[in-house]
């Protein structure tokens, strides 16, 4: 069983930077695939960003791509999410997710979920 813990979340100005940071315990973390989903009030979780196990390989929703930026540190047990350029539409709980070996960009398909994180973006 894996535990994931979120941090970092906060309120920002628009045009401001937040680094999230998800610390896992309970299983070999460097086999997991990691990603990043968010959730706004009133709508589904979506897929924000991904990273291998390996960390060789990482995937970004077309709405951050060139804004956010995974990364993991294997022997931390940490995946970090640089958040740049944010805009009030990033306003949401950020989630912290897990699968053993493969990553997943449906929320349906995960196997663990961290608590949540809030993030608010002001205009």
């Known amino acids: 069983q894996v535990q994931l813990v979120e941090s970092g979340g906060g309120l920002v100005q628009a045009g401001g930077s937040l680094r999230l940071s998800c610390a896992a315990s309970g299983g070999t973390f460097s086999r997991y695939g990691m990603s990043w989903f968010r959730q706004a009030p009133g709508k589904e979780r979506e897929f924000v960003a991904a990273?291998?196990?390996?960390?060789?390989?990482?995937y970004y929703a077309d709405s951050v791509k060139g804004r956010f930026t995974i990364s993991r540190d294997n022997a931390k047990n940490t995946v970090y999410l640089q958040m740049n350029s944010l805009k009030p539409e990033d306003t949401a709980v950020y989630y912290c997710?897990?699968?053993?070996?493969?990553?997943?960009?449906?929320?349906?398909?995960?196997?663990?979920w961290g608590q949540g994180t809030q993030v608010t973006v002001s205009s």
């Open positions: 990273i291998r196990w390996s960390g060789g390989s990482t």
């Open positions: 997710a897990a699968n053993f070996l493969v990553i997943r960009t449906s929320a349906s398909d995960i196997d663990y």
